[in-house]
């Protein structure tokens, strides 16, 4: 029972975000860009008032930009081309348009998050040629299932939400993620090794008493009670291990 509780509970502050929600697995070594590579801009565009601490959110998002080489930027909006309720092929044409229009390289990633109602949200980012180079489909899902995770999280503010979501997808994204098994093995094996030696402690110890009762039996049994040739041979043996 302690083994199966320790497997779960490894393999799910290895895999779940906080709302439950799976966080993809890095299986990738990636590289940052080269320095140079991004014409540096803002870090974000919040036209619904709400952030509330900037420096929290461009904190997480200059980690990020620390971690890959590839720039961030947040874009928050109720409204796409005039419309509180697009489609996501409209979501998608108006952040690949917005790119165009904010950058002049290849190194950021954008990230348009859409709320018009509370809870009814849609997300879609768009990396350039170069930044693609470390921000693939993997790295991509990393952060929107963080970005996801901490939505739900009504702990955090908007500012933590967005911040927390893309420092933590760095920290993932630019590394190989380990198994959660590997421990949960490691600790498998040490108690099996403990069960073995404690096994074997058991027969040892079970074989001595059996042998040191038997030999309180014979050296209490009245050597009458032996044969004249048992008893030679017990007299023999206590005088050899007197010898």
Same mark, same amino acid.
């Given at each position: 029972?302690?083994? =199966?509780?320790?497997?779960?509970?490894?393999?799910?502050?290895?895999?779940?975000? !906080?709302?439950?929600? $799976?966080?993809?697995?890095?299986?990738?070594?990636?590289?940052?860009?080269?320095?140079?590579?991004?014409?540096?801009?803002?870090?974000?565009?919040?036209?619904?008032?709400?952030? &509330?601490?900037?420096?929290?959110?461009?904190?997480? @998002?200059? +980690?990020?930009?620390?971690? #890959?080489?590839? /720039?961030?930027?947040?874009? =928050? #909006?109720?409204?796409?081309?005039?419309? +509180?309720?697009?489609?996501?092929? &409209?979501? /998608?044409?108006?952040? &690949?348009?917005?790119? !165009? &229009?904010?950058?002049?390289?290849?190194? +950021?990633? @954008?990230?348009?998050?859409?709320?018009?109602?509370?809870? *009814?949200?849609?997300?879609?980012?768009?990396?350039?040629? /170069?930044?693609?180079?470390?921000? *693939?489909?993997?790295?991509? *899902?990393?952060?929107? !299932?963080?970005? !996801?995770?901490?939505?739900?999280?009504?702990?955090?503010?908007?500012?933590?939400?967005?911040?927390?979501?893309?420092?933590?997808?760095?920290?993932?994204?630019?590394?190989?993620?380990?198994?959660?098994?590997?421990?949960?093995?490691?600790?498998?094996?040490?108690? =099996?090794?403990?069960? =073995?030696?404690?096994?074997?402690?058991?027969?040892? $110890?079970? /074989?001595?008493?059996?042998?040191?009762?038997?030999?309180?039996?014979?050296?209490? #049994?009245?050597?009458?009670?032996?044969?004249?040739?048992?008893?030679?041979?017990?007299?023999?043996?206590?005088?050899?291990?007197?010898?």
């Amino acid at each position: 029972m302690i083994v =199966i509780i320790i497997i779960a509970v490894i393999f799910s502050l290895n895999s779940y975000g !906080d709302a439950g929600i $799976k966080i993809a697995k890095s299986t990738i070594e990636r590289e940052p860009l080269p320095k140079g590579s991004v014409n540096e801009t803002d870090y974000y565009t919040d036209e619904l008032g709400w952030i &509330e601490s900037k420096s929290v959110l461009v904190s997480g @998002l200059k +980690h990020f930009y620390d971690k #890959t080489g590839v /720039q961030p930027y947040v874009y =928050i #909006t109720d409204t796409v081309n005039g419309s +509180h309720y697009p489609s996501f092929t &409209e979501l /998608q044409s108006f952040a &690949e348009s917005l790119y !165009d &229009e904010l950058f002049t390289d290849e190194a +950021h990633i @954008l990230l348009v998050f859409f709320e018009y109602s509370p809870g *009814d949200y849609m997300e879609y980012y768009v990396t350039g040629t /170069q930044a693609k180079g470390v921000i *693939d489909a993997e790295a991509g *899902d990393i952060l929107l !299932d963080y970005l !996801d995770t901490n939505y739900y999280n009504s702990a955090l503010s908007e500012a933590e939400m967005f911040g927390g979501a893309f420092s933590d997808a760095a920290d993932r994204i630019m590394e190989v993620t380990k198994s959660p098994w590997i421990p949960v093995l490691v600790v498998l094996g040490i108690i =099996i090794i403990v069960v =073995i030696l404690f096994i074997w402690w058991k027969r040892v $110890k079970k /074989q001595k008493n059996l042998e040191s009762e038997q030999t309180e039996k014979i050296l209490n #049994t009245p050597i009458e009670r032996f044969s004249d040739s048992e008893a030679e041979d017990l007299a023999k043996k206590y005088e050899d291990k007197k010898d």
